[in-house]
T-cell receptor, first 108, second 117 residues
Framework: QQPVQSPQAVILREGEDAVINCSSS?????VHWYRQKHGEAPVFLMI?????EQKGHDKISASFNEKKQQSSLYLTASQLSYSGTYFC?????????FGTGTSLTVIP | DTGVSQDPRHKITKRGQNVTFRCDPI?????LYWYRQTLGQGPEFLTY????????KSRLLSDRFSAERPKGSFSTLEIQRTEQGDSAMYLC???????????????FGNGTRLTVT
């Protein structure tokens, strides 16, 4: 049931770009993206609905392909503050599942 | 909007003891979720409420776990006869609407870290 994310971990230098993918074996009707920094609670980034695409921040955007049951998060010109673990999330049945997570580390 | 608050922040207990955690959601939010998270893993769904009704409970949740939301406001999560495997961060989240709506992000509290010795 849990969406699978790739890659599991990525290390970037400041200014580089990254893509995080989220795939589900179940039909997706909406996808959430969250970022969690070490020792803190997850923080909402954005939500995408079926057939839609929404930008949550200037340099962080996402796409949603409901036919492929996939979503991707795009981070451009990464900053040190982008470091953390990124989770996609989706409602399946009456449960809200988080993905397997992607650890992103941005280094100077 | 004062955010989601959880109490206590940390709890250390001996195996076999009962513990209870409290979550106060954002006041106008009618959905409330409980998650468990262990180091390096994503949040694992435990249960959720729509107002005072508990609509879903994970099959992974043993009978030692029980949650209530008596008046549709705050919620409590109780773990009876704690085991060392219960050690984790317990997160509470609330949302205004179903997750399939634009206005339905989950707002998380800072969690209760449980250590069972």
């Amino acid at each position: 049931q849990q969406p699978v994310q790739s890659p599991q971990a990525v290390i970037l230098r400041e200014g580089e770009d990254a893509v995080i993918n989220c795939s589900s074996s179940k039909a997706l009707y909406s996808v959430h993206w969250y970022r969690q920094k070490h020792g803190e609670a997850p923080v909402f980034l954005m939500i995408l609905l079926k057939g839609g695409e929404q930008k949550g921040h200037d340099k962080i955007s996402a796409s949603f392909n409901e036919k492929k049951q996939q979503s991707s998060l795009y981070l451009t010109a990464s900053q040190l503050s982008y470091s953390g673990t990124y989770f996609c999330g989706t409602e399946i049945g009456n449960q809200f599942y988080f993905g397997t997570g992607t650890s992103l580390t941005v280094i100077p | 909007d004062t955010g989601v608050s959880q109490d206590p922040r940390h709890k250390i207990t001996k195996r076999g003891q009962n513990v209870t955690f409290r979550c106060d959601p954002i006041s106008e939010h009618n959905r409330l979720y409980w998650y468990r998270q262990t180091l390096g893993q994503g949040p694992e769904f435990l249960t959720y409420f729509q107002n005072e009704a508990q609509l879903e409970k994970s099959r992974l949740l043993s009978d030692r776990f029980s949650a209530e939301r008596p008046k549709g406001s705050f919620s409590t999560l109780e773990i009876q006869r704690t085991e060392q495997g219960d050690s984790a961060m317990y997160l509470c989240a609330s949302s205004l609407l179903p997750a399939s709506s634009y206005n339905s992000p989950l707002h998380f509290g800072n969690g209760t870290r449980l250590t069972v010795t």
